[in-house]
């Protein structure tokens, strides 16, 4: 990808532009790097000889912004060769997703953390995925772990949809429970009390929604908190994201104690801006209902 970038559009441009290419499944899809002006013809030039050079590339797409809104989908895709189609069939780790890049989040970057995660898991466990999008994280849990329950909640109704039908694609329709709903509010209403661990893959609701993975533990759990950690020169991010969970989890009245497990860095999200998850095992006082 990178010498296709360059041939066509210069060095500097193709080191800009390589690492910000995603396969999914037989789309590609190219990020703009934010602030710059996009030049149109530069990317179709760039499409063309991707489609030419990599048979089983069979479209690409320009997403002009980030994932945004509540659902952190792509707003601003532009079609720029080959088929103008947006859904696809996407494989990790042994597992088959349909997902559509213009409804639902989806990355390729967070398929060393969906298998990192399924590893954690202990035989017969109750696994609550609060943010689940196409089930990515539950299915590969439940095909390479060997859980009970995976409840899998997603707001956004095509996730649920493409989650359902992902769920009968991968035969783990006995496994993966899904949900559609405010995570929040599923957990009060259907699932307090009944999780060995919890997953908060959206770190714009992680801290807001703590409370509620708590609610949704057994008197003792753990809980995986994705967060966005901004950092200046001689800070250390992880700990400032462990910090901001130890606080968190402090304010919160049911939490008896809680000790941090560990830290890592998901994925650079731009210069000094990282995605991070901070595992975190929690003792909970008594609750009713
Ligand atoms: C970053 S994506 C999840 C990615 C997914 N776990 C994966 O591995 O591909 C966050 C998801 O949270 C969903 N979401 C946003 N607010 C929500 C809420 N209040 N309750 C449940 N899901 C929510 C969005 O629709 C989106 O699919």
């Not at 753990?222 to 130890?246: C, F, P, Q, T």
């Not at 304010?251 to 830290?263: N, T, Y």
């Amino acid at each position: 990808m990178k010498r296709i970038a360059r041939e066509v559009a210069g060095e500097e441009f193709a080191r800009k532009v390589w690492k910000r290419m995603e396969f999914i499944g037989d789309i590609v899809l190219i990020k703009a790097p934010y602030g710059d002006e996009v030049d149109y013809k530069l990317y179709r030039r760039i499409a063309e000889r991707i489609l030419e050079e990599l048979s089983y590339v069979k479209s690409v797409w320009l997403a002009a912004s980030p994932v945004m809104g509540e659902y952190r989908i792509r707003r601003d895709l532009v079609h720029l060769a080959g088929e103008p189609r947006t859904e696809t069939l996407y494989k990790e780790h042994g597992c088959v997703f349909k997902v559509d890049i213009a409804k639902i989040f989806i990355t390729p970057r967070l398929s060393f953390e969906h298998l990192r995660i399924a590893k954690l898991v202990k035989p017969g466990e109750v696994v609550v995925n609060m943010f689940a999008g196409a089930g990515l994280f539950s299915i590969i849990i439940a095909k390479h772990a060997r859980p009970r329950k995976v409840y899998s909640i997603d707001i956004n109704s095509y996730a649920y949809k493409f989650m359902k039908e992902n769920i009968e694609m991968n035969k783990v329709e006995d496994i993966v429970v899904p949900m559609l709903g405010d995570a929040a509010e599923i957990i009060k209403e259907k699932l307090v009390s009944v999780a060995d661990r919890v997953l908060m893959p959206l770190p714009e609701l992680a801290i807001e929604y703590l409370p509620y993975a708590v609610m949704s533990i057994k008197e003792k759990g753990r809980i995986h908190v994705y967060l966005h950690i901004n950092w200046v020169k001689g800070e250390d991010y992880l700990e400032k994201a462990e910090e901001e969970v130890s606080a968190a989890l402090s304010r919160i009245p049911s939490v008896k104690s809680f000790r941090i497990i560990g830290s890592r860095r998901v994925r650079p999200i731009g210069p000094r801006y990282e995605q991070v998850v901070v595992d975190v095992e929690v003792e909970r006082n008594e609750q009713k209902g």
